[in-house]
């Protein structure tokens, strides 16, 4: 018991782990209360993408950028409540390795794409 | 957060947190980190690289959707109703693998073992459809070798499935080690490295969900 007081009362202290609660963390309800919010947020996020996918209420051609918007937010609910990545100062640590990790990804993305579609273009029609 | 101070015990479980020799010099001011968010920020930065992974999945998926060679293209592959059940079956597990969590912090049995019970039944659920969806894909023609799109998407969807069947033997593992062992501080480490691992598989299934079949099969 005593060790793992010792992790938990550090945890206090200064930083956090990725995952842990801000607070001590030993109150159930609290915690469950959060973990609830959560589900509730990413399941109507969740059944809104579907929803919108199969619609003919919207302007067509505006679904992909809304279903990209719905998941980057429902990926924000998960960080947030899943995982409480905050943007509190004992989390500072967390977030930046994730804004390097963001930064990475976009990179690799937005990267791959333009540099592929662009020799697409350019290489003409094949002729077998 | 003095990160060269817990190299020193890192790995070996039975040792206290943050006792042990120290040299005062290189001590500035709160002193020792708490090793459960060493570890925890750690595998954080892992979990990260493993998204970057998948990003390079991603972009290649995306590069490759559209050279189908003559093949079925998504719009004919992909049932939304089974993609539907599976996204349910993975986030209602990522949910209840959050109260296992907190059950574990809280050295409540029924929590844990029940959160981590559904937790595995979940993403067994999930599991066994993709594994009902790929057998399907096969049997019509759809391998991973018929076109580019189904390499990149068996590729794609591949990965993230061995790290759904992975994160259910580590689950299997967690729940032995907390029965054997008890809420030592070093069992909850790993179950506080599981319980990121697992969230982070269902962020990687929204992206997954969004890219590859709801733009793949509608719009």
């Given at each position: 018991m005593s060790s793992t007081d010792g992790d938990y009362d550090a945890l206090s202290r200064t930083d956090h782990a990725p995952g842990d609660?801000?607070?001590?963390?030993?109150?159930?309800?609290?915690?469950?209360?959060?973990?609830?919010?959560?589900?509730?947020?990413?399941?109507?996020?969740?059944?809104?993408?579907?929803?919108?996918?199969?619609?003919?209420?919207?302007?067509?051609?505006?679904?992909?950028?809304?279903?990209?918007?719905?998941?980057?937010?429902?990926?924000?609910?998960?960080?947030?409540?899943?995982?409480?990545?905050?943007?509190?100062?004992?989390?500072?640590?967390?977030?930046l390795a994730l804004a390097f990790g963001v930064l990475i990804v976009f990179l690799i993305l937005v990267g791959s794409l333009w540099i592929m579609y662009n020799l697409n273009q350019n290489m003409g029609p094949m002729t077998m | 957060m003095t990160a060269f101070q817990a190299g020193a015990d890192f790995g070996d479980g039975r040792r206290e947190e943050t006792q042990g020799p120290r040299p005062e010099a290189i001590m500035d001011h709160a002193g020792?980190?708490?090793?459960?968010?060493?570890?925890?920020?750690?595998?954080?930065?892992?979990?990260?690289?493993?998204?970057?992974?998948?990003?390079?999945?991603?972009?290649?998926?995306?590069?490759?959707?559209n050279e189908t060679a003559?093949?079925?293209?998504?719009?004919?592959?992909?049932?939304?109703?089974?993609?539907?059940?599976?996204?349910?079956?993975?986030?209602?597990?990522?949910?209840?693998?959050?109260?296992?969590?907190?059950?574990?912090?809280?050295?409540?049995?029924?929590?844990y073992y029940g959160g981590m019970a559904a937790t595995f039944l979940f993403g067994l659920g999930f599991l066994s459809i993709e594994m009902h969806e790929f057998a399907g894909m096969v049997g019509q023609g759809a391998g991973p070798t018929r076109s580019a799109f189904l390499s990149a998407f068996f590729t794609l969807v591949g990965c993230h499935g061995l790290h759904v069947t992975l994160g259910l033997l580590w689950l299997l593992t967690m729940v032995a080690q907390v029965f054997a062992k008890g809420?030592?501080?070093?069992?909850?480490?790993?179950?506080?490295?599981?319980?990121?691992?697992?969230?982070?598989?269902?962020?990687?299934?929204?992206?997954?969900?969004?890219?590859?079949?709801?733009?793949?099969?509608?719009a």
């Open positions: 609660e801000p607070a001590r963390g030993r109150e159930v309800a609290e915690g469950v209360l959060g973990y609830l919010i959560g589900l509730g947020l990413a399941i109507l996020l969740t059944a809104v993408s579907f929803f919108i996918a199969g619609t003919f209420l919207v302007w067509r051609p505006s679904i992909p950028i809304a279903l990209v918007v719905l998941a980057i937010a429902q990926i924000g609910v998960h960080l947030v409540f899943f995982l409480h990545i905050t943007t509190g100062p004992d989390n500072v640590n967390n977030v | 020792p980190t708490a090793k459960r968010i060493i570890v925890g920020y750690g595998f954080w930065i892992f979990l990260l690289s493993d998204i970057v992974m998948f990003s390079a999945f991603f972009a290649t998926y995306a590069v490759l959707v003559g093949g079925p293209s998504g719009k004919d592959l992909f049932d939304l109703h089974n993609v539907a059940i599976e996204t349910a079956c993975l986030l209602l597990s990522s949910f209840t693998c959050g109260l296992a969590a907190i059950g574990s912090r809280a050295h409540n049995g029924l929590l809420y030592r501080a070093d069992i909850l480490r790993r179950v506080l490295c599981f319980a990121l691992f697992w969230h982070t598989l269902d962020i990687i299934w929204v992206a997954i969900f969004t890219v590859v079949y709801l733009l793949g099969a509608g």
